[in-house]
């Protein structure tokens, strides 16, 4: 690889680590291709992506971004998972490691704030961005269908009350 090329992917890695909203660092010796490959399909099925890079490339373009502190964790065989979505890295490559014990996780980071191997696992536990989404309608949309229940019942009320009369009339 030449300076060139080496100077694209420090500039790639850069914008990835900007962009990114969690950022996963994990070990991944063992791990066969094809294995690598399900990993890489799976974070890009969850709109992230799984990077293998030099770690002292990674950690040239670490310097001066808000996730600086996972240089520590960058020696050995090391994958980078990260997503825009904060949760999403997360819980695909947790949901991975469950699946495949060859995968360790090390640490991550989310913005400025460092997480260790726990908080990793903690926000993978998170709601993701379309289930808050998801939630949050369902909380506004609660009270009207609330409202437009209890002015529907007095209606029903009266309409089953005839009915019953008009049933014990008939027999």
């Keep these: 690889m030449d300076r060139a090329q080496k100077e694209r992917v420090v500039e790639e890695l850069g914008q990835i680590f900007d962009s990114s909203g969690v950022v ?11 294995e690598m490959q399900d990993l890489r399909a799976r974070m890009r099925e969850a709109g992230g992506l799984v990077r293998v890079a030099k770690n002292r490339l990674a950690r040239i373009a670490l310097e001066g ?6 240089a520590d964790w960058l020696s050995g065989m090391t ?10 890295a ?9 699946d495949n014990k060859k995968l360790e996780i090390l640490g991550g980071a989310m913005g400025d704030t460092a997480l260790d191997r726990a908080g990793v696992e903690a926000v993978s536990k998170m709601p993701s961005r379309e289930e808050l ?29 005839l009915s019953a009369i008009e049933d014990k009339a008939a027999a």
């Excluded at 971004?65 to 996972?70: S, T």
């Excluded at 994958?79 to 999403?88: I, M």
């Excluded at 997360?90 to 469950?98: G, N, P, Y």
């Excluded at 949050?136 to 009320?157: D, L």
Aim: glycine share 10%; proline share 6%; charged share 10%.
């Design 24 to 34: 996963v660092v994990a070990r991944y010796e063992g791990l066969t291709v094809a």
């Design 65 to 70: 971004k808000p996730c600086a502190n996972i």
């Design 79 to 88: 994958v980078l998972a990260c997503s825009e979505d904060p949760v999403a």
């Design 90 to 98: 997360a819980k695909v490559v947790e949901s991975f490691a469950k």
């Design 133 to 161: 989404i998801a939630m949050i309608v369902g909380c506004i949309g609660a009270p009207a269908s609330n409202i437009a229940g209890a002015i529907g019942a007095p209606g029903a009320n009266i309409a089953g009350i």
